[in-house]
């Protein structure tokens, strides 16, 4: 059973418009969320996160949202940028672990 | 400071073949974990330990083993590879203030570093 799903394989944005990747989430326990960012060939690295405490959380060009009564995030990326496009998991941080979703590759047009 | 550090990055195995995936981490992390990556498929968590001397099962444990006997190593066991286990393979380590406990808020624990992945082949 998926506890974290991202419904969106892909998405095409424009350069310089906004990217909104969406992340839906099952079990209302979780109190952490984060979303890693994947160049092929690379590890995933940590790109923002926000506590449930939260429901907006920003650095720089990504906001990540929550939305606990939806069990809803997104992230948000203005403007977008060439090097932006990877794959974007979202996660969240259970008992002892952190559980990803499925990704969504994120491909930004010069 | 190397973050967390996988050998081999490539390697091909026979089916029935056994291998060791290498994992270190020099940020004295307590946490460390492993996943695999099949297309489409998302980070499954393979094994997890809370600290040295501790681990446990995730998702998909079948076919693996781990052990944890110092903070910084976390190697991952392939017995008897199958083509089933053709995958990319992840280590992460994290910091946890409070073991044992699923933290509250974004106090107490970091998030997750990974390594640079081992892609294996199964044949």
């Known amino acids: 059973d998926q506890q974290v799903k991202q419904n969106s394989p892909s998405l095409s944005v424009q350069e310089g418009r906004i990217s909104i990747l969406n992340c839906d989430y099952t079990n209302s326990m979780f109190d952490y969320f984060l979303w890693y960012k994947k160049y092929p060939a690379e590890g995933p690295t940590f790109l923002i996160s926000i506590s449930s405490i939260k429901d907006k959380n920003e650095d720089g060009r990504f906001t990540v949202f929550l939305n606990k009564s939806a069990k809803h995030l997104s992230l948000h990326i203005v403007p977008s940028q060439p090097g932006d496009s990877a794959v974007y998991f979202c996660a969240a941080r259970g008992t002892y672990k952190y559980i990803f979703g499925t990704g969504t590759r994120l491909k930004v047009l010069a | 400071n190397a973050g967390v550090t996988q050998t081999p990055k490539f390697r091909i195995l026979k089916i029935g073949q056994s291998m060791t995936l290498q994992c270190t981490q020099d940020m004295n992390h307590n946490y460390m974990y492993w996943y695999r990556q099949d297309p489409g498929m998302g980070l499954k968590l393979i094994y997890y330990s809370v600290g040295a001397g501790i681990t446990d099962k995730g998702e998909v444990p079948n076919g693996y083993n781990v052990s944890r006997s110092t903070t910084e190593d976390f190697p991952l066991r392939l017995e008897l590879a199958a083509p089933s286990q053709t995958s990319v393979y992840f280590c992460?380590?994290?910091?946890?203030?409070?073991?044992?406990?699923?933290?509250?808020?974004?106090?107490?624990?970091?998030?997750?570093?990974f390594g640079q992945g081992t892609r294996l082949t199964v044949v």
């Open positions: 992460a380590s994290s910091y946890s203030m409070f073991s044992g406990n699923s933290g509250v808020g974004a106090y107490g624990y970091t998030e997750a570093f």
